[in-house]
């Protein structure tokens, strides 16, 4: 490709509302154009990185079995009606009705579609398994769309839908699937992390996030560095820190603590470390409006330097719909204003859930139900009764691995990837069976598992950029090479030279571009930097002298002289590396 | 591809809802599967086909210097109320609002949003002339839709848009889409024509249609099969039929024709051919409310065996916004009922525009404006003046070609592809400028340029079946060869073979599909003849025992033995046919 021939449009300035470093990079290297909140143009060089996600991803589905076929942008409303999902999926679908004013929906996934083709075109065990892929154009209506193509509303997604005779089977169906993640982010060529996750909303029964690694993700990683072990924070399991309650060496004793509402000052007055101290968590669970079930107050028990993770909270049984409980109903219950709170004397009888963690303390603190003060010295079993014992808290660096092997650390990451058990949620609410050996229906089991492909492109800028710009592994660099001639349009030899690499490095089948574009070295330099294409080469007169070109690789910091004749042949080692 | 791997459904029955061939066919074949009115999913058998058209595009508008891109599927409404097509579009523009209440539109068509990219990032005559192009999902809301993917709501559409500096160099960008349209439609390997076209609504100063031919088409294409005149209909100028007009031989004479209110009827009361009589047409164009112009009759005459072409009508200057007159208008000016008009002796004053083959005749017979009347022997200039000649009727075959060079034919065509010289239409709209070699802003010359990739699978198949099903040309086959084993899964030898000339054929680069389903081979050919491959090779038991396979081409009805050896060869020779 020649420059004068492409489209290459660089900002010196990223737009104020580009708050994160690929966002920035994307707006500067004219990879994307805004058109609307949450709505890009992808200009003609981000389409080629979004090109070589894509054929990357293709070629691994098809490596993996997957079929290929389009489903429809707008989908009729009654389909989502029939899962309910019309409903439950809020203010984030994008709802439109046509001129006969039926209503459609502009695709966010897809499970109603392909469940609607499996009904009517599976209709044996015979056939199965079979996976379907789609990738394509899918609009969420974010609340807030930022961060360019990470958190756009309009993007485009790698989904595909298995659908198997039972769960044995859709399970080696799930294990084929995320095989074939794992080596398209291998091919990539990013650091990346598969975790187990919860399954959320979209139901089912086991699936794993597929993280591409960057300080500013937005997602807690939690994984074990001397084993296999890895998880989301909401999967990750929160062991006790201790296997063992040691025996009690204090007595229960009432201490007055005046003005320390939060467990830090109560460690700092008393002088006893703040992993000694428990903090006391109210939710509210409501009665029914007939008055059969009761309005609930829960104390949730944690140490006072974890976190509450609310996934797992709502996960404990009698939990699902908790709310935080209001200053007047704590005062109502407890007979206590907040900060002074605990599991001894309440007012009126409350459910308790302590975690695990709290579970093994002995001789801690808590608060004693009576404004400015605590108790020391709290014992379970002899102080007060041992209550129910759940994982409600975020797993902390340090932590033991649940697996036995290590501990746990922690590191960030960018959600790129998801694959789902989805069993037969799906398929029952649409009734789509198909009839087994003995001519019986069943329902089908079934999978499903994304990729952004679009927000890919942000992920592996957050992992790769410096402060020149993008540095795009190699997998999906725009270009490969960049020529760069010094006075193409007044230099024949140079002219001669470069179009002479052009045509040799094309013939190679190598993705080169030469600019052509008569740019000044500064700037010339500056765009392919700020671009990212990872092999350079310069052209000029001095060079030439002596038979030479100047080769920089993007990550490095001089250039390195190569001789004309061998520059095809560097350039092949180069990209084979 | 093995067919087990695959996903192939093919049905007896075309549905109901199935009109024409193409929507037949492509239902029965399993390449589309209907979602909703106007809608369907593109089944992985239909997805081959339309990347097989899609790849050929690319190619094309590559080298023809085009820049891919894409654009977003949900656009906001201000800039279609920028060029007011958010008013004019009516309701085949989808229209959505987001959870904030701002309006949004779901891409028909994406002049705006090209615009818009060209006047933020198109600075300078020096970047200039540039060809974006995009390959997307778009919507229409089509108040009938049906003929499956020919006149559906959501389709596929290839749509290039160039900027130049000036009308000259506009028209060259023109000239090389046209050739790269040529090249598309021969490469695809259908029977196409290239005719001039009306601009309608879109505007601007000159465009051509790409018609593929079919019986079944919905358009007359006119064109001369001496000469390389061709346009459709609205644009095809119609001569008169005689160039000049002889002298008068007949006496102006009223006679009495009861009950002869149309022309067949008076032609054969009087024994007079119907070329010699005039229809007369009364159209209305109505005054401005405030009176400052007044409501005026319009009668329009055509020789009775010609077609008044309503386009070419519109254009006559004055009747732009012409109506079909009323009964009661018309008895108010002429003073008569419908049925014995004509232009001597109006009651009222009346508007008269002749076409231009009226405008010669000689002799000729009209209507007395008196019911049960018609005057004979009538006369230009001697009984009464020539009036406004204006060409305002549909060519006929055997017409004069505008060019001289012959007479007009005329065949059915399938409209896939459309380019228009847009000229400054969106560009002063949109205030999209340049900067011209002596820093003045410019307005940038623009032109689109559209394929409907879809609407080709439909078209393809209009032009190419029988009664066994779709007869794909080559470029288009969603698979070039078929393996079909008798006995694949009984016989250790056939399934050797098989398997053998499958690893060869891939080897050779052969688009090969095994079909390894198990099927009865009269079902099995059945499929395969529905689904339209071209090349077909049996392996069976009795030809192996003579080392011997079955070639069938898809239009053959009768199968040649070839020797397995020369079989890659032979198909290599088939294909490069």
Known sequence: ????????????????????????????????????????????????????????????????????????????????????????????????????????????????????????????????????????????????PRFGLMRGREFTMKDAYSFDRDVASMQVSYKIMFDAYVRIFQRFGLQFRAVAADNGAIGGTGSHEFHVIADTGEDDLVYCPTSDYAANMEAAVALPTTTERVAPTQQLTKVSTPGTVKCEQVSELLGISLDKNVKSLVFAVDGTEDGSVKKQLWLLLLRADHQLNEIKMHKVAGLANARMATEEEIVEWFGCVPGYLGPIGTKLPINIVADHTVAMMTDFVCGANEADYHLTGVNWERDLPLPMVADIRNVQAGDPSPDGKGVLAIQRGIEVGHVFQLGTSYSEAMKATFLDENGKPQFLQMGCYGIGVTRILGAAIEQNFDEKGIVWPAALAPFSVVLCPMSYDRSEQVKTETDNLYVALQAAGVDVILDDRGERPGAMFADWELIGVPHRIVIGERGLKEGKLEYQGRRETAATAVSVDEMVAFIQEKLAA
Not at 104 to 116: A, N, R
Not at 127 to 138: A, D
């Open 1 to 144: 490709m020649r420059a004068t021939r492409f489209f290459i449009s660089t900002l010196k300035e990223a737009p104020a509302d580009a708050e994160i470093i690929s966002h920035k990079l994307m707006m500067r290297a004219g990879l994307i154009k805004r058109l609307g909140s949450g709505i890009y143009n992808y200009m003609p060089m981000g389409l080629r990185v979004i090109r070589k996600v894509e054929a990357i991803v293709r070629e691994e589905m098809n490596r993996a079995g997957a079929i290929e076929m389009m489903m429809p942008v707008v989908q009729p409303a009654e389909l989502w009606q029939e899962t309910g999902r019309w409903q439950k999926y809020g203010a984030e679908l994008l709802r439109v009705k046509d001129r006969h004013g039926r209503d459609f929906i502009i695709q966010p996934t897809s499970e109603e579609v392909i469940t609607d083709v499996a009904r009517s075109d599976i209709k044996s065990y015979r056939q199965l398994p079979i996976n379907f892929y789609h990738i394509q154009t899918k609009f969420r209506d974010e609340r807030r």
